[in-house]
């Protein structure tokens, strides 16, 4: 009798506590309740129900996270086991199982933890919660190619083909990777995994380079400002920067030989704005110093508005979102009159839009994709937050820009395998012709470029799947016949300060 109420008592307990820590999943209450769960808890493993009460004539829906719901089981159950101790050592009661049903209840579990992950693997070619590609499936046997001449196919013939192959070395170690990227329940696993980081962090939890700021709600990258000077010697360091400037000014001449006006506009980081407080300061050799060095006598018409974000972003409002790397509306506003005032004292016709013009708006979410619809953004995924625990972290209402005239504006969107580029024509514009090139920065950038303008082409070097990372800013090589056939009067080049640290992204001229 006694060892049956101390079963039950931990049985007990054990559902209390998961039934208590998991009651607000388990009833979302409304179906609209229902929906946002689903929506903010869409990489995990849940199940959804509904019943009707007729006591309360009503109808309830809820739903289990099973990830959430296996974590505190075991916590309850670990609870529940100490609790039984606690029990035996003050009553002097025996615990209810002999040691040998103790055995035949771990070897049942151990035998389970390895079962079920080998019940099931996943044929993705990547991973979207880690953002990678995943292993293939190794081969065992490898065959030697054989070149097509007359001697090597006489010597294939003769030798059959068995001397040609060899055995993978390596065989072992692959197949292990793929069962570590593709057996079931890796992502419950790795969604257990990050809360514990999260919940268990003081402040700043991170994965790889995603720092997260819990008090200030914050998502940062985090970046070690070294001098480059320093880490790369004085001759390493000059080398870059002639590589920079050589793959600029080569396609400035080609630009200035086409009659066209050429601009480089570089945005810096989110964490040279607003200054982590876990990073080191250096924001004069690897901001400005880097830049002037690249651009020493004002040949290549570089715009590295630093000290101007800096000074406006002491005025209020934000001017990069804070779970993500590129700049709010009113950033790239901002930016969009620094630049266009740069473009006017070479075409002093040209109209910079006013803030009257536009319809304002204010949204906790985030409109920086090609799509320009609201997100997360894109650090809320890398940083390794759930989608429940991101929504924590949206808490600013940040203002959106509209142009009131904005049916005027034609556009045709372009989206090939080779070829991302999006065409905007605006009779009220400049009678002037613009390409705007760049990453995914032009994004925003193109929200308010197009209203200045008669005819503006968007190019977005880094986004078509069929050029390669390493031709992707080969702009000739890729574009030339673009270029020749819309014949533009300006060229932007606009991009952020990451391209800049990799001299071999901006070989333009290619």
Same mark, same amino acid.
């Given at each position: 009798?006694?060892?049956?109420?101390?079963?039950?008592?931990?049985?007990?307990?054990?559902?209390?506590?998961?039934?208590?820590?998991?009651?607000?999943?388990?009833?979302?209450?409304?179906?609209?309740?229902?929906?946002?769960?689903?929506?903010?808890?869409?990489?995990?493993?849940?199940?959804?129900?509904?019943?009707?009460?007729?006591?309360?004539?009503?109808?309830?829906?809820?739903?289990?996270?099973?990830?959430?719901?296996?974590?505190?089981?075991?916590?309850?159950?670990?609870?529940?086991?100490?609790?039984?101790?606690?029990?035996?050592?003050?009553?002097?009661?025996?615990?209810?199982?002999?040691?040998?049903?103790?055995?035949?209840?771990?070897?049942?579990?151990?035998?389970?933890?390895?079962?079920?992950?080998?019940?099931?693997?996943?044929?993705?070619?990547?991973?979207?919660?880690?953002?990678?590609?995943?292993?293939?499936?190794?081969?065992?046997?490898?065959?030697?190619?054989?070149?097509?001449?007359?001697?090597?196919?006489?010597?294939?013939?003769?030798?059959?083909?068995?001397?040609?192959?060899?055995?993978?070395?390596?065989?072992?170690?692959?197949?292990?990777?793929?069962?570590?990227?593709?057996?079931?329940?890796?992502?419950?696993?790795?969604?257990?995994?990050?809360?514990?980081?999260?919940?268990?962090?003081?402040?700043?939890?991170?994965?790889?380079?995603?720092?997260?700021?819990?008090?200030?709600?914050?998502?940062?990258?985090?970046?070690?400002?070294?001098?480059?000077?320093?880490?790369?010697?004085?001759?390493?360091?000059?080398?870059?920067?002639?590589?920079?400037?050589?793959?600029?000014?080569?396609?400035?001449?080609?630009?200035?030989?086409?009659?066209?006006?050429?601009?480089?506009?570089?945005?810096?980081?989110?964490?040279?704005?607003?200054?982590?407080?876990?990073?080191?300061?250096?924001?004069?050799?690897?901001?400005?110093?880097?830049?002037?060095?690249?651009?020493?006598?004002?040949?290549?018409?570089?715009?590295?508005?630093?000290?101007?974000?800096?000074?406006?972003?002491?005025?209020?409002?934000?001017?990069?979102?804070?779970?993500?790397?590129?700049?709010?509306?009113?950033?790239?506003?901002?930016?969009?009159?620094?630049?266009?005032?740069?473009?006017?004292?070479?075409?002093?016709?040209?109209?910079?839009?006013?803030?009257?013009?536009?319809?304002?708006?204010?949204?906790?979410?985030?409109?920086?994709?090609?799509?320009?619809?609201?997100?997360?953004?894109?650090?809320?995924?890398?940083?390794?937050?759930?989608?429940?625990?991101?929504?924590?972290?949206?808490?600013?209402?940040?203002?959106?820009?509209?142009?009131?005239?904005?049916?005027?504006?034609?556009?045709?969107?372009?989206?090939?395998?080779?070829? %991302?580029?999006?065409?905007?024509?605006?009779? *009220?514009?400049?009678? #002037? !012709? @613009? &390409?705007?090139?760049?990453?995914?920065? $032009? +994004?925003?950038?193109?929200?308010?470029?197009?209203?200045?303008?008669?005819?503006?082409?968007?190019?977005? %070097?880094?986004?078509?799947?069929?050029?390669? *990372?390493?031709?992707? #800013? !080969? @702009? &000739?090589?890729?574009?030339?016949?673009? $270029? +020749?056939?819309?014949?533009?009067?300006?060229?932007?080049?606009?991009?952020?300060?990451?391209?800049?640290?990799?001299?071999?992204?901006?070989?333009?001229?290619?």
């Amino acid at each position: 009798m006694i060892k049956n109420k101390k079963i039950f008592i931990s049985v007990f307990i054990v559902l209390l506590v998961t039934f208590f820590c998991n009651c607000k999943y388990f009833f979302a209450g409304t179906e609209n309740q229902l929906s946002q769960y689903r929506r903010t808890h869409i990489s995990h493993l849940y199940s959804t129900f509904k019943f009707n009460s007729n006591y309360f004539q009503n109808v309830y829906y809820g739903i289990i996270l099973w990830d959430k719901f296996l974590l505190i089981l075991i916590l309850a159950l670990i609870v529940a086991k100490a609790f039984s101790c606690d029990i035996n050592n003050n009553f002097s009661l025996k615990f209810s199982l002999s040691d040998k049903t103790e055995d035949k209840v771990f070897v049942f579990i151990f035998m389970m933890l390895l079962l079920i992950p080998a019940t099931r693997f996943n044929n993705r070619v990547s991973d979207p919660y880690e953002n990678r590609n995943l292993t293939t499936f190794p081969q065992i046997i490898y065959h030697d190619k054989i070149s097509d001449n007359s001697a090597d196919k006489d010597k294939k013939l003769r030798n059959k083909e068995y001397k040609n192959i060899r055995f993978n070395q390596f065989y072992f170690k692959k197949l292990n990777d793929f069962v570590n990227d593709r057996f079931y329940t890796k992502e419950l696993l790795i969604h257990i995994n990050r809360d514990f980081v999260y919940n268990l962090s003081l402040r700043y939890p991170h994965k790889g380079k995603e720092v997260i700021d819990k008090k200030n709600k914050w998502l940062w990258e985090y970046q070690s400002f070294v001098s480059y000077q320093k880490t790369r010697g004085k001759s390493s360091y000059k080398r870059l920067l002639d590589e920079i400037y050589n793959g600029l000014s080569l396609f400035k001449k080609y630009c200035s030989n086409n009659n066209i006006k050429f601009y480089v506009f570089v945005f810096p980081d989110k964490e040279s704005i607003y200054h982590p407080p876990f990073s080191q300061k250096n924001y004069d050799d690897d901001f400005i110093k880097f830049i002037q060095g690249v651009d020493k006598n004002n040949e290549l018409n570089i715009i590295f508005p630093l000290k101007e974000l800096q000074a406006e972003a002491t005025k209020g409002e934000l001017l990069y979102y804070k779970t993500e790397h590129h700049l709010t509306d009113d950033g790239m506003y901002f930016a969009y009159n620094l630049l266009m005032h740069k473009i006017k004292a070479d075409y002093p016709d040209i109209h910079i839009t006013n803030k009257k013009e536009y319809n304002i708006s204010q949204n906790y979410y985030i409109r920086s994709d090609n799509r320009r619809s609201f997100t997360y953004g894109y650090t809320c995924h890398f940083s390794g937050l759930t989608l429940q625990q991101c929504e924590h972290y949206h808490d600013y209402p940040y203002t959106y820009y509209v142009y009131k005239n904005a049916s005027e504006l034609k556009s045709e969107a372009i989206r090939e395998p080779n070829l %991302l580029m999006e065409k905007f024509h605006f009779d *009220k514009g400049a009678d #002037y !012709k @613009v &390409l705007l090139m760049g990453n995914s920065n $032009i +994004e925003a950038l193109s929200n308010f470029l197009p209203y200045s303008f008669k005819d503006v082409y968007k190019l977005r %070097l880094n986004g078509p799947e069929k050029i390669s *990372k390493n031709d992707q #800013y !080969k @702009v &000739l090589k890729n574009y030339k016949k673009i $270029i +020749e056939e819309f014949k533009p009067d300006i060229i932007i080049f606009c991009t952020g300060y990451d391209v800049f640290r990799n001299a071999s992204d901006l070989p333009l001229y290619q």
